[in-house]
């Protein structure tokens, strides 16, 4: 018994050195991983102060500083209708809403909303310091002086042509609804085109894509829907593409179309509409990398979700690749836009014709992860702020020679008259830290904060240059 107790002991014992000496490196590798998380904090604060350094080298930017001063709003909601006791007591008024009164074509202060044509901004009778100023909100003529009609559109910038050419849905007639419950539209007219080399004088270069007018089968028949047209350049084929959701009166088609050209100005010849990637397509937008890869991202799975995926070669088709991304989040109207190797991208809530708050995403990949980095809207009111301005985005236009800023571009929908729709351009910059930790952690990203700054009335620095 001895003998077995002397030959146990020391195994006991051997045993007992092995669990420490596994305890002592456990313990180690943690130590390790610490000292290694603790480097990758340093050097991850260490880049967000270098972006933030850089950022904010832009605020301080004369040109631009005074594009980031905040304007406020103060409107004061009208008195309510007056109602008969029997009538208020039969059915109680619920307290009606700046967003009630907006939608309100009868609104004491749809003026507010909506200025009258007195207040047109007409770039060819401008008077003195009128010049260059951008009004939010108000009428906006072209150089003919009738109403700009490119709505939910984006802008290219032609290096051939040393002009900016603006793209979008040209409206211009009367506003109805398809069947009880439809949503308000106008008959297709088609793609309007307006020329610039200023940004703020436009010349009306007409209709690139118009409607068909007899084939009742086809996507541009009269009858169904085109919307949100962008265009980008293929530098392989000197091809302009125009990309565009493609529908018909009850919104089942869910589709893109693609058209082509040789010219900005047209005409484009139609090709066909998909379901690219086999999903069904509604808000949509394109956007071309430094590198000239060409990407299409759009409102899928009833627009719970986005995809984006890149276009094929041509830029006529999608390719195989494409990545689900802000799932279940209900985001529509993306904006997509690049600062300094960084992916940002401005998106709308799904609310119908009523206005909802902006949200601002951010990648280090075109395909994601994205993440929310809150609502980039600055100035005006809470209200104001909570409905993008009463407004929805539809692109983000980068100025050259001003690094970090841009022009935020957005449709001020009126349902009651779509054509009657206006345009609120407003400042865009990118710098200062974030202000929005991500989803899963307390963790705050690397990347710069995105702020649009309301103003009633404001121009490009005067010493930007197209």
Not at 16 to 32: D, E, H, P, Q, Y
Not at 172 to 199: E, Q
Request: glycine share 8%.
């Amino acid at each position: 018994m001895r003998i077995r107790n002397k030959y146990r002991k020391p195994t006991a014992l051997r045993c007992i050195a092995g669990s420490r000496c596994l305890m002592s490196n456990v313990v180690w590798s943690l130590v390790g991983l610490l000292v290694m998380l603790h480097l990758y904090t340093l050097l991850s604060h260490t880049n967000v102060q270098s972006r933030v350094a850089r950022s904010s080298s832009i605020s301080r930017n004369p040109l631009i500083s005074e594009l980031e001063e905040v304007e406020e709003e103060n409107i004061q909601m009208p008195p309510p209708r007056r109602r008969s006791p029997r009538a208020a007591k039969r059915k109680p008024k619920k307290p009606t809403t700046l967003i009630d009164e907006f939608l309100d074509e009868s609104s004491q202060i749809r003026h507010i909303f909506f200025p009258s044509m007195k207040t047109a901004v007409d770039p060819m009778n401008a008077v003195g310091n009128e010049s260059l100023y951008y009004h939010p909100g108000q009428i906006w003529l072209d150089t003919e002086g009738n109403p700009i009609q490119a709505h939910g559109g984006g802008i290219l910038y032609d290096g051939i042509s040393r002009t900016y050419y603006w793209y979008g849905e040209y409206k211009d007639g009367p506003t109805y609804h398809a069947h009880k419950k439809g949503a308000a539209r106008v008959d297709v007219i088609g793609v309007g085109c307006y020329s610039s080399k200023d940004l703020w004088t436009w010349k009306n270069e007409g209709i690139v894509l118009p409607a068909e007018e007899n084939d009742e089968t086809h996507d541009l028949h009269k009858s169904n829907v085109l919307e949100r047209p962008k265009v980008i350049y293929n530098d392989k084929t000197a091809n302009y593409v125009m990309w565009m959701h493609i529908d018909d009166a009850n919104y089942t088609k869910a589709s893109v179309g693609v058209a082509v050209s040789d010219s900005p100005t047209g005409p484009f010849d139609y090709l066909f509409s998909k379901r690219p990637h086999g999903f069904d397509s509604r808000d949509m937008s394109i956007f071309k990398d430094d590198d000239g890869v060409a990407y299409l991202i759009y409102s899928s799975d009833d627009n719970s979700e986005l995809h984006i995926g890149p276009l094929n070669e041509e830029y006529l088709d999608v390719t195989h690749v494409m990545k689900r991304i802000l799932i279940g989040q209900h985001r529509e109207a993306p904006a997509l836009f690049k600062h300094e190797g960084t992916y940002y991208m401005i998106t709308s809530g799904c609310t119908g014709w009523a206005p909802n708050e902006a949200l601002a995403h951010a990648a280090e990949s075109i395909m994601g992860p994205w993440e929310n980095m809150g609502n980039p809207c600055i100035g005006g009111n809470k209200i104001f702020r909570a409905t993008t301005f009463f407004a929805q985005s539809t692109f983000v236009l980068p100025l050259s020679g001003l690094p970090g800023s841009f022009i935020f571009m957005a449709d001020r929908w009126n349902p009651a008259d779509l054509r009657d729709s206006r345009y609120v351009w407003l400042p865009l910059t990118v710098g200062g830290a974030a202000d929005q930790p991500f989803d899963y952690s307390f963790g705050f990203p690397l990347w710069s904060r995105v702020s649009i700054y309301w103003h009633k009335r404001w121009r490009l620095p005067s010493r930007w240059s197209a």
